[in-house]
């Protein structure tokens, strides 16, 4: 299946309705790995969707959030991020050039499981958030 065809699908099977404009932000983030904010996606879909308001790219994005196709990178103090993948992972993000990048390791295996077992909490999930220097802002 090709992402066009994967988007089609994703969107039909969340119960959303089909718009060229929806599925082309979603294409958008399932085809980078950037983690672009909303004036990225906004810039980049404009040029297909002259017409397109930054409000709808901003509608369009709590609504595939809310039917997790996708996810908010949340920076507090900053604006916010936007995931194509939707499975919980890991994020280093550049303290000099601000890019945010994919970690995925091994890091929590065993963490989660302790945490459980010495809160006594049903562990739902976790936020964790790497930072550093990229290696092209090591240069
Ligand atoms: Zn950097
Ligand atoms: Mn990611």
Redesign the pocket.
């Known amino acids: 299946m090709d992402v066009t065809q994967e988007t089609l699908y994703l969107l039909k099977e969340k119960g959303i309705r089909v718009t060229p404009q929806r599925q082309a932000i979603l294409e958008y983030l399932k085809h980078v790995d950037t983690?672009p904010n909303a004036e990225e996606i906004y810039a980049h879909i404009r040029t297909k969707f002259a017409g397109i308001s930054l409000g709808t790219i901003y509608n369009s994005l709590n609504m595939l959030c809310d039917k997790g196709l996708i996810q908010e990178l949340a920076y507090g103090d900053t604006f916010s991020r936007f995931?194509g993948?939707p499975m919980p992972?890991d994020?280093i993000v550049c303290d000099v050039c601000r890019k945010v990048v994919?970690y995925h390791g091994p890091l929590l295996d065993n963490l989660l499981d302790l945490a459980q077992q010495e809160s006594g909490f049903a562990i739902k999930g976790y936020r964790l958030e790497l930072h550093g220097v990229c290696p092209a802002c090591q240069n």
């Open positions: 983690h995931d993948n992972h994020h994919d």
